[in-house]
């Protein structure tokens, strides 16, 4: 006896882990959700379809509501004594593996309704002793807990037929477009003879091999008893009647981007949902348009464009999506050149410059690296605003000097830049990879005069207290906010980025790469931030040394103009600004005594020679020649050779 107790103890031990292993792997509310995501479609904000995706599925059925020959059609062929076992069917087993021995031509299944639901919601369909012993387990379990009604409502509204259909419902609708509480028996019979080869079977492709496969259904409702011989003769083919669904015409990168936000956002319920996203149609149809009359070569381009507040309208993740899915503006990551100086600037305005100080445009070497101009120009001792509008590369390195490169990376962090970043003066360049997509957040975190900004697909949903804590933005200082923004007008109107300019006013930095391998151009106008990037995948060089200013200037310029609705030609003359001499126009001259510079603007002209400057106001003439400095400086070093560094930028 007290063997035997020791025994009935460990039985009951062994019942106890069971049923709390059961209830851990295979949870009675799994069998209430879709098995495979549902179908989605995304909307663009103007109510236009932009892609569809995942399964057609629908509602589940009832079996109360459902004419008794759809129940027995799906009986008849699949587990003819469901009513009558506990989830699995010896006799069937015994059944399927006596005709399996004698038969060379096919082969029969043991598995009940109810493995069959624990295998398709619970496990995979690996052909294993222990998947079988465990489907077996989870079978028990489900007829423990549930109604043989309820397993069998779960099981039609989830089982496969073909087409990337499930569910009992949406293949009525879709096969017969009627709902399954009227389907005929000759519609439910193929339904139910579909679950054998679901993709194989499906009428849409293999009308012949369905209606052959429902007569072997009606025959077994014959031998079941559900209808009589003469029933059987009497019925007609099932007739299709294919409920015709609008295929995704747009927007395949940006919907890749957002699907799993809009998954999450749908939950896993039955039943296809309508999600609308924060695109704007007719702005990714301009997004497209400009990206395919750019005369880009064989090279490979990105667009991504949004809303000061994050809301992306358009994304162009390359020229075909069709050809190579990956998203540019997303997935990859590559140097941002010279685009990278907002940060530095950025950090130099939290330190206390501002666009009217002065900095060295001169060769600088610090330990190893030597940092040079495009084409080796220098221009000797130059504003901010100017070292910006013609992107300098050595004043950004100077800059990044002074102010530290912890802080350039601060700032870049606050902005929203993810990626990690390079711990050197290199980082002034742009050398560390960025998404085109964070180079859009941060200036559009400019444009909005808050940051972080984050770009997303989908309206934001209203949040609690403690994520508005969280996530709250925080406000540029208006002194810092204004100089920057002065920086990128001077940049897109007067600089690097003309070719960019648009009527209204236009704010931008153009970005190049060591031999033109990257070309960028971010900026924002009338209420939108777009960044344009073009390269080739494998990395190589951009031919005839193509820049920011060129190409992604115009692809931006193109598409700006017809996306604020302003005439694309180019803006006249009189609307530049005359700091145009200033930011193209400054001379440079190696002498004996130093670099001597000279800048001209409407108010006269001021020569730099060395360490002194002389202010010429143009209604006074110099009445000789400029007096020599009164502490003339040490030869300067040769300039270097002019090869084009990291974050370069070739003018337009």
């Not at 390359?318 to 190579?324: C, I």
């Not at 300098?392 to 912890?406: E, P, W, Y």
């Amino acid at each position: 006896m007290q063997i035997a107790g020791w025994v009935v103890a460990g039985l009951l031990a062994l019942l106890m882990i069971l049923i709390a292993w059961l209830a851990v792997t295979a949870p009675l509310s799994r069998s209430l959700e879709p098995v495979a995501p549902p179908s989605i479609s995304l909307m663009s904000s103007d109510g236009h379809l932009i892609a569809r995706r995942g399964a057609v599925i629908d509602k589940p059925v009832a079996i109360k509501d459902l004419p008794p020959h759809v129940p027995q059609a799906f009986m008849a062929i699949e587990d003819r004594r469901f009513y009558s076992h506990w989830g699995v069917d010896p006799r069937g087993i015994a059944r399927a593996a006596w005709h399996n021995m004698w038969s060379d031509r096919s082969s029969q299944g043991g598995s009940t309704i109810t493995q069959q639901l624990a295998k398709g919601v619970f496990l995979s369909a690996d052909r294993t002793f222990g998947r079988k012993a465990r489907e077996a387990l989870i079978a028990f379990w489900l007829e423990a807990w549930l109604t043989k009604d309820q397993i069998f409502e779960r099981y039609l509204s989830n089982v496969y037929f073909g087409d990337n259909v499930y569910g009992l419902r949406a293949a009525a609708l879709h096969y017969f477009n009627r709902e399954p509480e009227k389907l005929t028996i000759p519609q439910a019979a193929m339904l139910a003879g579909l679950l054998k080869a679901p993709s194989r079977l499906a009428p849409t492709t293999n009308l012949k091999g369905a209606r052959a496969r429902a007569d072997l259904v009606t025959q077994a409702m014959v031998e079941a008893g559900y209808i009589s011989k003469a029933q059987r003769d009497a019925l007609p083919s099932a007739r299709l009647n294919v409920r015709e669904t609008a295929d995704p015409t747009s927007g395949t990168y940006f919907a890749d981007w957002v699907l799993p936000d809009a998954r999450d956002r749908a939950g896993a319920v039955y039943g296809a949902q309508n999600v609308t996203t924060t695109l704007d149609w007719r702005i990714q149809r301009l997004a497209e348009s400009a990206v395919r009359r750019a005369p880009l070569g064989k090279a490979e381009a990105a667009l991504v464009a949004m809303k000061p507040d994050g809301s992306v309208v358009a994304m162009v993740g390359g020229r075909n999506y069709g050809k190579s899915s990956f998203n540019r503006a997303v997935q990859a990551k590559r140097q941002p050149g010279s685009t990278f100086k907002l940060f530095v600037y950025l950090a130099a305005f939290r330190a206390g410059m501002t666009p009217d100080d002065m900095i060295e445009d001169a060769p600088i070497t610090t330990g190893t690296y030597r940092p040079a101009n495009h084409g080796g120009k220098y221009r000797g001792r130059i504003t901010l605003r100017q070292a910006f509008a013609v992107s300098s590369n050595v004043a950004a390195v100077r800059l990044t000097q002074k102010v530290g490169v912890d802080n350039v990376i601060e700032v870049a962090r606050d902005l929203g830049v993810t990626a990690p970043l390079t711990e050197d003066l290199s980082l002034a360049l742009g050398t560390s990879e960025i998404p085109l997509i964070e180079l859009a957040e941060a200036y559009a975190a400019v444009a909005a005069g808050a940051y972080p900004v984050t770009a997303h697909g989908l309206p934001p949903e209203e949040q609690g207290w403690f994520d508005r804590l969280m996530r709250r933005q925080h406000r540029f200082r208006e002194d810092q906010l204004e100089m920057i923004r002065d920086l990128l007008s001077s940049a897109a109107n007067r600089g690097t980025g003309s070719a960019a300019a648009l009527r209204t006013s236009t704010f931008g930095k153009t970005g190049t790469t060591q031999d033109s391998r990257d070309a960028i151009f971010v900026g924002y106008a009338g209420g939108l931030v777009t960044a344009v990037w073009i390269g080739n995948d494998d990395n190589a060089p951009l031919p005839g040394g193509a820049a920011g200013g060129g190409i992604p200037a115009r692809i931006w310029r193109d598409f700006m103009a017809r996306a604020i609705n302003e005439p694309v030609e180019n803006a006249p003359a009189e609307q530049k600004d005359s700091d145009l001499v200033n930011a193209i126009a400054n001379v440079t001259v190696e002498t004996g005594i130093g670099n001597m510079g000279l800048d001209v603007d409407q108010e006269g002209m001021t020569v730099n020679i060395g360490p002194a400057q002389i202010r010429l106001p143009a209604d006074q003439a110099p009445a000789g020649p400029a007096p020599s400095p009164a502490q003339p400086q040490a030869t300067p070093p040769p300039r270097m050779a002019p090869t084009q560094p990291p974050g370069s930028d070739a003018p337009p």
